[in-house]
């Protein structure tokens, strides 16, 4: 069997969800605390046991490509002034290789994986979706290459999500369950409110055979009217068995405005430097937002 070796983070997405902000920033790198979201990205691939990522961009991504490179200026100036901390993390990003390839029409993220075809070549590969940081002691792809090195099946991560958010996913209608792995009868994207068939949602995570490329190649056109992921990995499915995982780890919603809110405060107050100004901080507004009783009440929960 091979080994998964390489990545796709598909970052052609527009960030409409993020406007203005995203106007002329790809949305891919707005910050979580200190880094853009697409570095956790990144990290958790290379921790995974990925040696290549392509990165799938669009017009308007070059911060991207810049953020990923070597900042010679701003390392010389960092490293006169004996900035060493900042410089050993500036440097943490320019360290990783990455290539790059556009998508050029955005025909939906069937199509911009579809685009990285001739890099992957007849090898399975995994994807990252940068909507999701997912913090685990096994990094959350890792655990979907171990199960692929057990079955020699593709596998999607999955984690349960509230029933009334599974118009937002593709979801997974499950047939059996061992341990954490389910064999899967459907997986439908983004179903009707009310009709979707578990709350089983697929959480951007996928290591999947090269043959998905068959069904990509059809360039059919789904929900949303466009090309769609989860519909080729269901044609997949139907003829030769993909499997959902439920893997091991929290997953922080940075896709959309109030996620990308909470995780900021959340990995704000796990840093020790932020923590105690952090609490302060949000004290005080609570007060003032909600006044003094709730807030007494807020504060003696801690
Ligand atoms: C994509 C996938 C969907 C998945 C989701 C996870 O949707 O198409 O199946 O559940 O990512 O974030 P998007 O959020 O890009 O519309």
Known sequence: MRKVTKAI??????????????????????????????????????????????????KGKRAI??????????????EEKGK?????????????????????????????????????????????LGDDIVEAQVPCTKQLIQQYERTGRSVIGVQSVDPDQTHRYGIVDPRTKMDHLYEVNRFV?????????????????YVLTPDIFNYLEKHE????????????????????????????????DVGEQLGFIMTNIDFALRNADLRQGLITGLE????????KELIAGWSGRR
């Open 284 to 291: 005080e507004i609570m007060e003032r937002e909600l006044g």
């Open 65 to 78: 490509e810049d953020h990923f490179d070597v900042a010679f200026e701003l390392e010389h100036v960092l």
């Open 84 to 128: 060493l901390d900042i410089l050993e993390k500036v440097r943490k990003s320019s360290h990783v290789n990455l290539h790059y390839i556009r998508q050029k029409r955005a025909f939906g993220l069937g199509h911009a994986v579809w685009c990285a075809r001739n890099f992957i070549g007849n090898e399975p590969f995994a994807v990252l």
């Open 189 to 205: 994207e983004k179903p009707v409110k009310g009709q979707a068939p578990s709350n089983l949602a697929i959480m951007g995570r």
């Open 221 to 252: 056109v789904g929900a949303g009217g466009e090309i769609q992921l989860t519909d080729a990995i269901q044609k997949l499915n139907e003829d030769k068995g993909v499997y959902a995982y439920d893997f091991q780890g929290t997953r922080y």
């Open 9 to 58: 983070i598909p970052a052609a997405g527009l960030g409409t969800r993020f406007l203005p902000a995203t106007k002329a920033m790809p949305k891919e790198m707005l910050p979580i605390v200190d880094k853009p979201t697409i570095q956790y990205i990144v990290e958790e691939a290379i921790d995974s046991g990925v040696e290549e990522i392509i990165v799938v961009t669009g």
